[in-house]
């Protein structure tokens, strides 16, 4: 996404519709950052669910939470991921959804997405 507006947060779900289909999008679990304030035209247009996790409930969005852990592993905890390159970013990503987890049955984030594409073939 270019910003955290809701019209980046908007468009960046349009692409995700329309590269994964609508029968691999579930309901999103947010947090109440400004960037979806999209969330009802995300609903209308696209039939996607969203809803909002309580204020410092991370657990609420578990694989999220996840993700966001282990970011430090790869960049410094105070670090501005805005002055990140896009390749970096990209590189710790890969590795990050290339790791198994115990809430996948030691399965990785890329199985379990290449799993439920498959299922749509």
């Known amino acids: 996404m270019d ?3 809701k019209d980046s947060m908007f468009l960046a779900v349009r692409t995700l519709y329309n590269i994964l289909t609508s029968k691999l999008l579930k309901p999103f679990t947010v947090d109440r950052g400004k960037e979806f304030a999209c969330y009802e035209k995300v609903e209308t247009e696209f039939g996607i669910p969203m809803c909002f996790a309580d ?4 657990w609420q969005r578990g694989s999220n939470g996840k993700s966001n852990e282990l970011l430090p592993e790869f960049f410094l905890k105070k670090i501005d991921l ?5 390749d970096k970013l990209k590189e710790a990503l890969i590795l990050i959804n290339n790791r198994p987890r115990k809430c996948f049955g030691f ?6 997405l290449k799993h439920e594409i498959r299922k749509l073939i």
Not at 107 to 112: E, L, R, S, Y
């Open 55 to 58: 204020a410092y409930a991370a």
């Open 3 to 5: 910003d955290q507006t």
């Open 107 to 112: 399965k990785t984030p890329f199985d379990i």
């Open 82 to 86: 805005a002055k990140v390159t896009v």
